[in-house]
């Protein structure tokens, strides 16, 4: 069992930085890959970055390729998203998951933490 729980999330503006955070419990973490998704009003979850277990493999999407950039602390049983060149588009609550691998698909993800709001002003 893995409990999820993100930080760092709030109101910018364009062109800012925000640095999300997902602490998880459990010593099991470093096993799992992870994964930071987010969902924006009336949109469905879309996944925006994976990391598998050692750190040595990262996945993104498009929207947020040479913007973002997901890392991990295993000592610490965290796994964070950096977040630079924000837009307003990229408004929405964001979700870190874990899994057993790094894939796009939300259903392959077996935990989830509760979201944290990224609000980004014009």
């Known amino acids: 069992q893995v409990q999820l729980v993100e930080s760092g999330g709030g109101l910018v503006q364009a062109g800012g930085s925000l640095r999300l955070s997902c602490a998880a419990s459990?010593?099991?973490?470093?096993?799992?890959?992870m994964g930071w998704f987010r969902q924006a009003p009336g949109k469905e979850r879309k996944f925006i970055a994976g990391?598998?277990?050692?750190?040595?493999?990262?996945s993104y999407a498009d929207s947020v390729k040479g913007r973002f950039t997901i890392s991990r602390d295993n000592a610490k049983n965290t796994v964070y998203l950096q977040m630079n060149v924000l837009k307003p588009e990229d408004t929405a609550v964001y979700y870190c998951?874990?899994?057993?691998?790094?894939?796009?698909?939300?259903?392959?993800?077996?935990?989830w933490g509760q979201g944290t709001q990224v609000t980004v002003s014009s």
């Open positions: 998951a874990a899994g057993t691998v790094v894939t796009t698909q939300s259903p392959w993800y077996n935990y």
């Open positions: 459990g010593r099991t973490f470093s096993s799992y890959a």
């Open positions: 990391i598998n277990w050692s750190g040595g493999s990262t």
